[in-house]
């Protein structure tokens, strides 16, 4: 699977359609970097996923860092996902028995399954663990897809400082809500006293309401299809991505498993032992596991089709090409090409490099590139 494209990678038999919905997205965007979005305040998820949406395919979080976590930061995160086409991934990595785990998915002050498309854990406790997992992702999905739901989403940016504010249309689209009996799902960001507490800037109270351009959908969720078929690989020199994201729509309602295989980080246990057990758990559960953490892609059967999401990335500043990276703490980085090109992964994941960087947007579209790059060599694109 190592040469094959990620759009002939989405069609595969074994391929779920969450993973499936993930390659063809990545196609589409042309783009493999994971953010690693450890930021603590609610403000900077959100920041953070506004300025490096566009250039990302999946944002990693670490909800339990936030210290400001709600329900509303989750709602916020995901009208930016929706906006800026990537899906969300959090970085939980359970670690117990099957009761314990279902309630720290489903239940508590994060309630990981009502949002996050990915999540991953260690098999440490045996194959159980991914067992009760997936049935706690079948009974959030169920529950989603006998409920009604009603969306009003803004398609709009944010608001900068300054812009004109229309009340007589804030006041129009508060009582279109009140009238039909919904909730409004925008970006918590009123300036109110949640909002304070949040520690979100108040860009400008434009954003607690939806203008009256928006629509308004009430649905019955059923069960997620795999994404567009109408979407060809042929197509892509025909159509401009912006038709292509709009036809594969937003994310289905689907939770699926990433299992660790292995860490960036020096010394750790994880054996060939624990490895190729690792992989065959996933081969048992391929409904639910999309794929691995790990340095090197595991696929090392001909139907194996797993998406190896590789954290541990990181390019030295120009100028020092070639220096080997790493930090205080056991972390050791390797380049976009090493991972994409030598060791066939599919998804860079990328932290500090991005986060700590003067022009975060810049610094994520310089790591798309490379990334992009890698990946290209990698399957034998031509630059003609």
Partial sequence: MAATTYRTRAGHASTGPLASYLLRLMSIKQTNLCLSADVETSAELLDLAEECGDHICVLKTHCDIVTDWSDRTARALKEIARRKCFIIFEDRKFADIGETVQKQYTSGLYRIASWAEITNAHVLPGPAIVTALHKAADATIAKYNTGVHTDIYSDAPRRKPGEEDDDDEEEEAEQLANKNNIAVVTPPITGDDEDKRLGIKPLDRKQSVVSIGTSISQRTESI??????????????????????????????LRSLLLLAEMSSEGHLMTPEYQQKTLDIARNNQEFVMGFIAQRSLNTDPDDNFITMTPGCQLPPPGQEGQKLGD???????????????????????????????????EAARYRDEGWRAYEERVGVSKG
């Fill in 224 to 253: 997620s299809p795999r994404p567009d078929p109408t979407i060809h690989p042929d197509e892509a020199h025909s159509i401009n991505s912006i038709a292509m994201l709009a036809r594969l729509g937003e994310a289905p309602f």
């Fill in 328 to 362: 205080t703490l056991g972390q050791q980085y390797n380049t976009p090409r090493k991972l994409i090109f030598e060791q066939g992964c599919d998804v860079i994941i990328v932290g500090r490099g991005i986060v700590r960087a003067s022009d975060r947007a810049l």
